[in-house]
């Protein structure tokens, strides 16, 4: 039982990880205060409550279900177990849906996993398969899903839920998704027009250089009073900065996650730099001050800023008219000097996993083929039939094909450069979309001390160097009493 409550602290800590999602996105932007900004920015709303909708069958099978969604997303699950109970009427009593909010979720777990007593379908993050697995807590899928169902998903989905024990993306299949997700750029085509400037080139991305000139073209006083209202761009710390430094062909961790490198990094080191000084130097984004004031979310849905992130998630909000009343499109991020020349983001995912305590792992198995891989729920949830893209598609004949056609013709409103998320979820061409280094280390607490003094750099109160000389010692301590974890769970 105590491994079970060191695992279960540690799980609190390993499932705040930022993670891409249809769900939404938990971020601590620490350059804003602004909470509004992050419960847009993640879909979520104050109001929603932990709900359970019992569904009841004539059989004796129960099955817990804990997940989190958004109150339009739960509409469409529920109706979706509620089809399944009903297929299975005969073997099922009652599946209790259970949905809570992201930040209830980690705290449902962590109770559950402490107590003994997990649901029998729950979400793990690609960051959290090494610890679930290793403490037994997932059911290998493996035996139990339609091989030709998994061959049909986007291939990063697949990599980011196999474990073998030792290294992931390789071996077993653990989870599968409830989405697949990355960050694209977002412009406001109403700022470039004003401006006079060409919309950026969905296959070439701008370099650094190029991407910096738009943004002070488009960094204006609008009303002439003499302070700045409108930027080039706006900058989340937590999810919008690791673009720039993937971009310049840097990473935080050596290749197998053990050592810190950016303090030995010159690439890591520019693009940080280049980074920080969008706001320090050039001034190209509200101040830190001004970010506090108000976030760059809602500066992008004022129409104040001329690029901005979206997530796959983001589509739908920025196509409502009400919620975001300018035209826009997608584009790339930029790409840094030192790098292969690939703008470079992250992807994310969540996904449904089956307990190992379960006694029914056929019948799961079999529900959450159906929320990832069925093609009338990914139509629904893609926006097919319901006109609101939730996610992009699972099935990805589907996505590239119906789907695709779809929005061309403007059955699925979405942005029409959709080939700039495709290309980042497939690596093509000047794209590459890889999973951040937390999907990789037993926890985040490395990165989140990153992330701790980054405003003072935005500032330009502690200079870059000094900031990356002070903090890698201090990741490098996280990230070796991540590993010591990782050993000690496994031992045991």
């Not at 969905?202 to 943004?215: G, S």
């Not at 405003?455 to 109160?461: A, H, I, P, Q």
Request: aromatic residues 12%; charged residues 25%; negative net charge.
């Amino acid at each position: 039982m105590r491994i079970k409550k060191l695992f279960a602290v540690a799980l609190a800590a390993v499932m705040t990880v930022s993670v891409i999602s249809g769900c939404g996105v938990t971020t601590e932007d620490t350059g804003s205060t602004d909470k509004t900004e992050e419960a847009a920015d993640a879909g979520a709303t104050e109001e929603q409550e932990t709900t359970t909708t019992e569904i009841e069958g004539t059989g004796d099978k129960e099955i817990h279900v804990l997940l989190y969604m958004q109150e339009h997303e739960k509409k469409i699950y529920e109706q979706v177990v509620k089809d399944f109970t009903e297929k299975h009427k005969d073997q099922i009593k009652s599946v209790n849906f259970e949905i809570t909010t992201q930040d209830e979720y980690q705290t449902k777990m962590t109770a559950a996993i402490t107590a003994d007593d997990l649901p029998d379908i729950f979400y793990v993050g690609p960051e959290a398969v090494k610890s679930y697995v290793d403490n037994g807590y997932c059911q290998p899928l493996d035996n139990l899903v339609d091989t030709a169902a998994v061959d049909n998903l986007w291939p990063a989905i697949q990599t980011a839920y196999r474990y073998d024990g030792n290294t992931t993306g390789q071996g077993s299949l653990y989870c599968l998704p409830k989405d697949l997700s990355c960050f694209a750029f977002a412009y406001n085509k109403k700022l470039f027009d004003e401006a006079g400037l060409d919309y950026p080139d969905p296959e070439k991305p701008y370099t650094y250089d190029e991407f910096l000139k738009v943004c002070k073209k488009l960094t204006i006083d609008k009303d002439g009073d003499g302070e700045i209202d409108q930027w080039g761009v706006a900058n989340a710390d937590a999810f919008g900065m690791t673009p720039y430094i993937y971009s310049n062909g840097a990473r935080f961790l050596n290749e197998d996650q053990t050592k810190v490198t950016i303090q030995d990094d010159p690439k890591f080191k520019e693009a940080f730099q280049y980074y920080c000084d969008l706001t320090s130097k050039e001034g190209v984004t509200p101040s830190v001050e001004q970010d506090t004031a108000l976030g760059g979310y809602q500066r992008w849905l004022d129409g104040q800023v001329g690029f901005y992130a979206c997530g796959t998630w983001d589509v739908a909000a920025f196509m409502d008219k009400n919620t975001f009343p300018y035209e826009w499109d997608l584009c790339g991020w930029p790409v840094g000097p030192s790098g292969d020349g690939k703008s470079t983001t992250w992807l994310g995912t969540v996904g449904y996993a089956v307990s190992s305590q379960t006694e029914f792992p056929e019948l799961c198995a079999e529900l959450i083929q159906t929320m990832s891989t069925d093609l009338e729920v990914q139509r629904q949830v893609s926006g097919e039939t319901t006109g609101q893209s939730l996610q992009l598609p699972n099935i990805m004949d589907y996505a590239k094909g119906t789907f695709k056609d779809k929005v061309k013709d403007g059955t699925v409103p979405y942005a029409s450069n959709i080939d700039v998320i495709y290309n980042y979820l497939e690596s093509n061409g000047n794209y590459s979309g890889i999973f951040s280094e937390t999907t990789y280390t037993y926890n985040s607490e490395w990165w989140d001390t990153f992330l701790e003094g980054i405003v003072n750099c935005k500032t330009g109160d502690v200079k870059v160097d000094d900031y990356i000389a002070e903090v890698a010692p201090k990741m490098q301590e996280a990230l070796d009493n991540a590993i010591e974890l990782e050993s000690t769970s496994k031992s045991n």
